[in-house]
């Protein structure tokens, strides 16, 4: 995410509105007391204009009455927590985000699932935290909606080394396909084993595209091809932006895109769209905020703007089939289009 920060800078040699931009790391640690900690010297001792960033969302839970009360904007580049932009009583004027809300984009799955797919009965899986079953219950929410049946639910905690036995419950189920929601060193095991285990030629594998991320496709290998996952970006879209991205990103960095260093680019690429747009004024705070919720422009996934209420973002939602590429590796190739969801939309 700070690489693709640091793109976005690039692109404008690191000054908008006039004024030079610094950009001021902290590391939380995973630690939402250290998140908080954090957020107090930059705003407190560093005298910082505006956050950006926070990966997890009981990292911006520990941040949200901190901020509002220092009145900074705070653009986030990842963490889902959805009442922060969905829920009337936590949202703010000083609160944007650039990444989704959990549930955004597994929502329109769930009806593409049924619709377009033609599943009937499936079975959920997720890791048991709170974007876990948020993604999940929003999948199956909706497809629940369009017709179809969720026949079980089987959560596994973080940092599950055997998944064994959640396999074992999932392989008792009667099931056209199996939604599936893991990330991190999690996907890279889950998936490999969900192979290994024989559930492959029973269910096809669908699911939020984080299981099957660019960052762990190459340690998951063959077991990952087939899977079709839904997001809200592939480095493989075709446009003119994201080439652009993607050339850019490799060249300084020497590693692919994926869904975070995208989102850090639009994080990079707001705050810059805001400040020429309030001539680097950015200590005038009503006139940015506002600024800020006027911010509209092509992005590498398409059209980026927020939405006027929630001040999330509408976001573009992408069906992707993991296939291996002409060199070699293995990619999210885009088969769907879904359009563009807002956050308030389910």
Request: charge should be negative; hydrophobic fraction near 40%.
């Amino acid at each position: 995410m700070i690489g693709g920060i640091q793109v976005a800078l690039d692109e404008v040699g690191g000054v908008a509105g006039g004024r030079p931009i610094e950009l001021v790391i902290e590391d939380s640690a995973g630690s939402p007391d250290q998140a908080l900690a954090k957020a107090r010297q930059l705003i407190e001792r560093d005298k910082v204009h505006l956050l950006a960033g926070v990966i997890l969302s009981n990292e911006a839970a520990a941040l949200r009455d901190f901020v509002v009360e220092q009145q900074i904007p705070w653009i986030i580049g990842n963490a889902g927590l959805p009442g922060l932009t969905r829920d009337p009583n936590m949202r703010s004027p000083y609160i944007f985000r650039v990444s989704c809300a959990n549930g955004q984009y597994e929502a329109p799955f769930g009806q593409y699932a049924y619709e377009k797919l033609g599943y009937r009965r499936i079975v959920l899986t997720a890791l048991d935290y709170s974007a876990g079953h948020d993604k999940a219950g929003a999948f199956g929410k909706r497809f629940q909606e369009a017709g179809g049946e969720i026949v079980g639910e089987v959560y596994a905690p973080i940092d599950t080394q055997d998944y064994g036995p959640y396999l074992q419950r999932i392989q008792q189920m009667d099931a056209d396909a199996v939604f599936a929601f893991y990330s991190g060193g999690d996907a890279a095991r889950f998936v490999p084993q969900y192979v290994d285990f024989g559930l492959a030629d029973m269910f096809p594998l669908i699911g939020s595209g984080d299981t099957v991320d660019e960052n762990i496709l190459a340690e998951q290998g063959e077991a990952a091809l087939g899977v079709v996952s839904v997001l809200h970006y592939s480095p493989l879209y075709d446009s003119p932006e994201n080439q652009k991205f993607v050339e850019e990103f490799n060249a300084r960095y020497n590693a692919p895109t994926g869904q975070f260093s995208y989102q850090g680019y639009l994080n990079g690429r707001v705050i810059v769209e805001a400040l020429n747009a309030t001539d680097g004024n950015v200590e005038d705070t009503e006139s940015f905020l506002q600024a800020l919720r006027e911010v509209q422009f092509v992005g590498p996934a398409g059209e980026f703007r927020f939405h006027p209420e929630s001040q999330g973002p509408v976001i573009p939602v992408f069906v992707r089939r993991v296939e291996e590429l002409p060199d070699g590796t293995l990619g999210n190739v885009v088969i769907d289009e879904l359009g563009a969801v807002d956050d308030l939309s389910y």
